[in-house]
């Protein structure tokens, strides 16, 4: 029963936001399908298109689009102000304007920010670029396509490389190390990539991962069943290095999903992420809200935690409802996404009656009856 609901629950919230992007019911021919924009398929993407941004991307290359992450999206048609007789035109300046543009411009800008902090002295670092293509907030990462996974590794594949040339100095690149989940992940890669690849690939299931030659390590997707493994991996490289007197070797986490609401932690391993991750900072997160189809919770080192609904009034573009110095999350971001919503409907009730200001509410409703299921699983 509670599997019906979830899934009827997450195809109703697709529907009801497909007909707030395009104006018209949701209830169409394509059934459950969300009802995307002409423009967003058949175009490049909008500026600062933020995390639907993201998703259309995944989108295009499962419609048979090139997966080319080198590609920089088009400039958008920024907001005019008013202007006067003869006045040139000015660009109005939104909050959105920090979203990145597309998933090159995301991976480029986790790998800046995460280089600056840790030039700044954190030596742990978080990094989530979670798409809604390839991820669930119960599960986690899904590859429900052909070439999913592959576009995955491909995606971690840049981060490395962009991470690494952010630490260039005097031409010279630091001794980067991929840590991949297990062996024959790590082994695949390893055969694939060998003709160009500029960082040495191992695996937590590995004698020894890391080698005291690698300066910088990210460790990539690690997941339940090998989160004994990582977070055995990284207390034993921190007490070397206290008992040593050795600097603290950077170690960034991708992705990272050491816990899931399909597999369960001992109390041990809970324990033990619990008091390894606080040392971790986040230095850059691109978060759906529920399902991906209301907003995000954004951050970029050494910024604060933003968080962006979709703007009802110009599709594509995202509204700054909240700035906060913590990462808003579970019963917080709900009151957060509420009072929100709740202002725009009335603001979409002010400017057409019956228009968007209803459509926020049925959203609304969806949501908090989501947030109940969400609930429930865990008690």
């Given at each position: 029963?509670?599997?019906?609901?979830?899934?009827?629950?997450?195809?109703?919230?697709?529907?009801?936001?497909?007909?707030?992007?395009?104006?018209?019911?949701?209830?169409?021919?394509?059934?459950c399908v969300?009802?995307?924009?002409?423009?967003?398929?058949?175009?490049?993407?909008p500026?600062?298109?933020?995390?639907k941004?993201v998703?259309?991307?995944?989108?295009?290359?499962?419609?048979?689009?090139?997966?080319?992450?080198?590609?920089?999206?088009?400039?958008?048609?920024p907001?005019?102000?008013?202007?006067?007789d003869?006045?040139?035109?000015?660009i109005?300046?939104?909050?959105?304007d920090?979203l990145?543009?597309?998933?090159?411009?995301?991976i480029?800008?986790?790998?800046?920010?995460t280089a600056?902090?840790?030039?700044?002295g954190?030596?742990?670092?978080?990094?989530e670029?979670?798409l809604?293509?390839?991820?669930?907030?119960?599960?986690?990462?899904?590859?429900?396509n052909?070439?999913d996974?592959e576009?995955?590794?491909?995606i971690?594949?840049?981060f490395?490389?962009?991470?690494?040339d952010a630490f260039?100095?005097g031409?010279?690149?630091?001794a980067?190390?991929?840590?991949?989940p297990?062996?024959?992940?790590?082994?695949?890669?390893?055969?694939?990539w060998?003709?160009d690849?500029?960082?040495?690939?191992?695996s937590l299931?590995?004698?020894?991962?890391?080698q005291?030659?690698?300066?910088?390590?990210?460790?990539?997707?690690?997941?339940?069943p090998?989160?004994d493994?990582?977070?055995?991996?990284?207390?034993?490289i921190?007490?070397?290095?206290q008992?040593?007197?050795l600097?603290?070797?950077?170690?960034?986490?991708?992705?990272?999903?050491?816990?899931?609401?399909?597999?369960g932690?001992?109390?041990n391993?809970?324990r033990?992420?619990n008091?390894?991750?606080?040392?971790?900072?986040?230095t850059?997160?691109?978060?759906?809200?529920?399902?991906?189809?209301?907003?995000?919770?954004?951050?970029?080192?050494?910024?604060?935690?933003?968080?962006?609904l979709?703007d009802p009034?110009l599709p594509?573009r995202?509204?700054?409802?909240?700035?906060?110095?913590?990462?808003?999350?579970?019963?917080y971001?709900?009151?957060l996404?509420?009072q929100?919503m709740?202002?725009m409907?009335?603001?979409g009730?002010e400017?057409?009656?019956?228009?968007?200001g209803?459509?926020?509410g049925?959203?609304?409703?969806t949501?908090?009856?989501l947030?109940y299921?969400?609930k429930?699983?865990?008690?």
């Amino acid at each position: 029963f509670w599997t019906y609901y979830y899934w009827v629950s997450k195809m109703l919230l697709r529907q009801r936001v497909a007909g707030l992007q395009t104006g018209t019911s949701s209830h169409t021919s394509r059934g459950c399908v969300p009802v995307y924009p002409k423009s967003h398929i058949t175009t490049r993407l909008p500026r600062r298109c933020g995390y639907k941004g993201v998703e259309q991307v995944s989108h295009v290359v499962h419609s048979g689009g090139d997966f080319d992450l080198g590609e920089k999206s088009a400039p958008a048609q920024p907001a005019v102000a008013p202007q006067g007789d003869g006045d040139q035109p000015e660009i109005a300046p939104r909050d959105d304007d920090v979203l990145p543009e597309d998933l090159a411009d995301a991976i480029s800008q986790a790998a800046t920010a995460t280089a600056e902090a840790i030039r700044r002295g954190n030596a742990r670092c978080q990094v989530e670029i979670l798409l809604p293509t390839f991820w669930d907030p119960i599960s986690g990462p899904i590859f429900p396509n052909k070439g999913d996974q592959e576009r995955f590794w491909r995606i971690t594949r840049r981060f490395v490389d962009e991470l690494g040339d952010a630490f260039i100095e005097g031409g010279t690149s630091p001794a980067v190390n991929a840590v991949y989940p297990d062996s024959g992940v790590a082994a695949m890669l390893s055969y694939q990539w060998k003709e160009d690849k500029r960082f040495r690939i191992t695996s937590l299931n590995d004698r020894k991962p890391i080698q005291p030659e690698d300066e910088l390590v990210v460790v990539v997707a690690p997941d339940p069943p090998g989160a004994d493994e990582c977070l055995r991996m990284i207390r034993q490289i921190s007490n070397k290095e206290q008992e040593e007197g050795l600097p603290e070797k950077p170690i960034v986490l991708f992705n990272q999903r050491l816990a899931s609401g399909d597999v369960g932690l001992g109390l041990n391993v809970r324990r033990m992420r619990n008091f390894v991750l606080k040392d971790f900072a986040i230095t850059y997160s691109l978060r759906p809200i529920g399902f991906g189809e209301i907003g995000t919770v954004y951050r970029r080192y050494p910024g604060m935690w933003q968080v962006f609904l979709q703007d009802p009034e110009l599709p594509g573009r995202y509204r700054l409802v909240a700035e906060k110095p913590s990462r808003p999350e579970g019963e917080y971001l709900d009151y957060l996404v509420q009072q929100a919503m709740g202002t725009m409907e009335e603001e979409g009730k002010e400017g057409q009656q019956g228009g968007a200001g209803g459509i926020f509410g049925q959203l609304q409703r969806t949501v908090n009856s989501l947030n109940y299921f969400m609930k429930s699983l865990s008690k």
